[in-house]
């Protein structure tokens, strides 16, 4: 079955960088995309960026572009979220999540997405 586990949450201070880890089961393979969402303290979850496994094809929230990275691992059939110049605001529960793809980009909306992680936590301290 589709099963994912996130891991590389944490504290962090303003500024600082964090890497997420998004470990897929091996149902999860190249026909699938695979996101990361965040949902803030008291606030809807909302995509951040997305990544279509088989062909490594991104995309990002304007929210963070330009700070965050997606990436996967193939061989480790890990998903990555590279955050760097981390803000406040960035604090929120982040889930990676898949689905089956349906196209070249991988959407960021929620209710697009089936499987779904338990999340991990990440502060950014002030």
């Known amino acids: 079955s589709e099963q994912l586990v996130e891991s590389g949450g944490g504290t962090v201070p303003t500024g600082g960088s964090l890497r997420l880890s998004c470990e897929l089961s091996?149902?999860?393979?190249?026909?699938?995309?695979v996101g990361w969402f965040r949902q803030p303290p008291a606030k809807e979850r909302e995509g951040v960026a997305s990544?279509?496994?088989?062909?490594?094809?991104?995309t990002y929230a304007d929210s963070v572009k330009g700070r965050v990275a997606i990436s996967r691992d193939n061989a480790k059939n890990t998903v990555y979220l590279q955050m760097n110049s981390l803000k406040p605001e960035d604090t929120a529960m982040y889930y990676c999540a898949a689905r089956l793809a349906g196209g070249w980009y991988c959407p960021l909306g929620q209710y697009e997405y089936n499987y779904w992680g338990e999340g991990t936590h990440v502060i950014v301290s002030s």
């Open positions: 990544i279509r496994t088989g062909v490594g094809s991104t």
């Open positions: 091996a149902y999860i393979d190249s026909s699938y995309c």
